[in-house]
């Protein structure tokens, strides 16, 4: 069964503090991976996306790192803001099907303190 | 931020009665998404369209029905509401590309059936 598990599910952190989220999934075949924020009570917004031969990509304090061969992907965030408190999801994308369909994660919900 | 506008942001109605969640995008998106979203799980696909005319039922079951006469519209229709409805709905556009595509989200609207 095609999964994609998050975790830990909430971090608290101060702000200023560096953390880490982890994605582990078992979708297959696999085609990208992308991290999404999403703040409280607003849609979700694109962070990163990675494919098969990318493992790492950044974006601003943002970095996301792939392993294909373990199925694991993280999203380390550099140095926290107050505004970095949201839900971070994770989303798989496989290939194969004409719908190219999306597998969510639940989510990490980050709180940073002052 | 992206062009993708839904109304109402908040909704709290009687069972049975009628409602019609709008969403429209100005980027010009043929694919369109209705997502739902509960607190802590993930989102689930309940209707897409990847043009004008052309309506799918998506992974999870729903008494709703959706329409597609214009690129730039997409409502979602639940003909008898009922309190197993309440729940976030999140419209969602993206390129024709999917599979390396960002979803572009709405704001959501957030039904109560009381």
């Known amino acids: 069964k095609n999964q994609v598990e998050q975790s830990p599910q909430s971090l608290i952190i101060l702000e200023g503090k560096n953390c880490t989220l982890q994605c582990n999934y078992t979708v297959s075949p696999f085609s990208n991976l992308r991290w999404y924020k999403q703040d409280t009570g607003r849609g979700p917004v694109s962070l990163t996306i990675?494919?098969?031969?990318?493992n790492t990509k950044s974006n601003g304090r943002y970095t996301a790192t792939l392993d294909a061969d373990t199925k694991q992907s993280s999203l380390h965030i550099t140095a926290s803001q107050l505004s970095d408190s949201a839900s971070y999801i994770c989303?798989?994308?496989?290939?194969?099907?004409?719908?190219?369909?999306?597998?969510f994660g639940r989510g990490t919900q980050l709180t940073v303190w002052p | 931020e992206a062009d993708i506008y839904q109304t109402p942001r908040y909704l709290v109605i009687g069972t049975g009665k009628k409602i019609t969640l709008e969403c429209s995008q100005t980027?010009?998106?043929?694919?369109m998404y209705w997502y739902q979203q509960d607190p802590g799980m993930e989102l689930h696909l309940i209707h897409y369209?990847?043009?004008?005319?052309?309506?799918e039922k998506g992974d999870l079951s729903s008494e709703s029905t959706v329409s597609r006469i214009r690129t730039e519209h997409f409502p979602l229709t639940l003909e008898s509401a009922r309190p197993s409805h309440t729940s976030q709905y999140l419209c969602?556009?993206?390129?024709?590309?999917?599979?390396?595509?960002?979803?572009?989200f709405g704001n959501g609207t957030r039904l109560t059936v009381t």
């Open positions: 980027m010009g998106h043929d694919k």
């Open positions: 990675m494919t098969f031969s990318e």
């Open positions: 989303v798989v994308s496989d290939r194969g099907s004409t719908l190219g369909r999306l597998y």
């Open positions: 969602a556009s993206s390129e024709p590309d999917r599979g390396n595509s960002p979803l572009h």
């Open positions: 369209s990847y043009g004008v005319n052309s309506t």
